[in-house]
T-cell receptor, first 112, second 110 residues
Framework: DTGVSQDPRHKITKRGQNVTFRCDPISEHNRLYWYRQTLGQGPEFLTY????????KSRLLSDRFSAERPKGSFSTLEIQRTEQGDSAMYLC??????????FGQGTRLTVV | GQQLNQSPQSMFIQEGEDVSMNCTSS?????WLWYKQDPGEGPVLLIALYKAGELTSNGRLTAQFGITRKDSFLNISASIPSDVGIYFCAVLTGANNLFFGTGTRLTVIP
């Protein structure tokens, strides 16, 4: 296992369309996180899973955002009715019992 | 709300020089981490600190967890061109997620 994998790396979508991103964590990691990063800022927490349970959600995660981790392995992040303000890098990270989180390369979303 | 202030915001140094950057918080945190991010990539974990006063090294990198648990320092010795990037500090919050600082952008001039 070479690390956290995210797909796609880049996504351009028209405003109002739905998009879905996938994250495959490091295989023995039971914790999975989604973060969002805009230009010039540090990553901001969106949501956190321990196994298949979604334990935390940020206020940044509006009703248009939904995340799942159905079998406690890979996770998906869906954004419905995308807006231009959703343009950002979406980062997935995973960790074992330690708090050290390992990040994927991210999915860069551009809403036009 | 919580804030992690990193300084300097950016720095330009000559290859071979040592670098020092810091991260301060108004709140106490028990776990501090340092990440490096290259353009278009995700952050890469450099060092994790778990104990106040702890000094930890990873190759040319050395980080310290402040005794007050409100700050941390990262030093890079003998900088090389591949040290270029943005360095973020992060803390583990009570909600088991990471809160990131504002970043220090490092440029190394060959």
């Amino acid at each position: 296992d070479t690390g956290v994998s995210q797909d796609p790396r880049h996504k351009i979508t028209k405003r109002g369309q739905n998009v879905t991103f996938r994250c495959d964590p490091i295989s023995e990691h039971n914790r999975l996180y989604w973060y969002r990063q805009t230009l010039g800022q540090g990553p901001e927490f969106l949501t956190y899973f321990q196994n298949e349970a979604q334990l935390e959600k940020s206020r940044l995660l509006s009703d248009r955002f939904s995340a799942e981790r159905p079998k406690g392995s890979f996770s998906t992040l869906e954004i419905q009715r995308t807006e231009q303000g959703d343009s950002a890098m979406y980062l997935c990270a995973s960790s074992a019992t330690e708090p050290e989180a390992f990040f994927g390369q991210g999915t860069r979303l551009t809403v036009v | 709300g919580q804030q992690l202030n990193q300084s300097p915001q950016s720095m330009f140094i000559q290859e071979g020089e040592d670098v020092s950057m810091n991260c301060t918080s108004s709140s106490i945190f028990n776990t501090w981490l340092w990440y490096k991010q290259d353009p278009g990539e995700g952050p890469v974990l450099l060092i994790a600190l778990y104990k106040a006063g702890e000094l930890t090294s990873n190759g040319r990198l050395t980080a310290q967890f402040g005794i007050t648990r409100k700050d941390s320092f990262l030093n890079i010795s003998a900088s090389i061109p591949s040290d270029v990037g943005i360095y973020f500090c992060a803390v583990l919050t009570g909600a088991n997620n990471l809160f990131f600082g504002t970043g220090t952008r490092l440029t190394v001039i060959p």
